[in-house]
């Protein structure tokens, strides 16, 4: 062999070794909701306003679909919320959470894989895995979400496999951004 055609095929291989490390370093767009809540997407999201009360963050890539949806004013009325004990609170949001849920695995027709409650300070964050056939995905493909109350809107994150493979670097680091 020829001593460019080694140093080609060297480079060539380092480029396939580190591409995976290269992609997932490449600078995220962090997108600031109501100025209370920041999340970062691979690229600026195009913004939809659905009503006053509703906006969505979305954006999609080769792999994986991204979005962010928001109610605001979520708790009505939340004047009966917020005297609430901090115990009864918990247990209102837990409930709150699990109903936005299982509407959006009925609305769907999505099949439940996995629910969790995790703690962040007194934020509860109600993380779902389902199966979602959207056919904009390319059939059924599983979606992951978080689901947040906070100051009384209601945010949804999730993020959506395209294709057959699991894209766990991507999904890790727009739910880590929150």
Known sequence: MKYTTVIKVVTGLIVLI????WASS???YKQEILN???VEFPNVPERTQVNPKVQSYDFITECCAFSVGLV???IEPYDQYSKLSDTDKVKFTDAFLNN???GMIREGKQHLISAANRQLGKLLIKEVVFS???PALKGSKKRYSALIL???HLYTFSCWDRDD???QDERKRFFQSI
């Open 100 to 102: 936005v849920a299982a």
């Open 36 to 38: 209370e809540i920041s």
């Open 150 to 152: 906070f100051n009384n």
């Open 72 to 74: 605001i004013n979520a």
């Open 132 to 134: 979602d056939k959207d």
């Open 26 to 28: 490449q600078s995220w």
């Open 18 to 21: 580190l591409s995976p490390y």
């Open 165 to 167: 493979q699991p894209h």
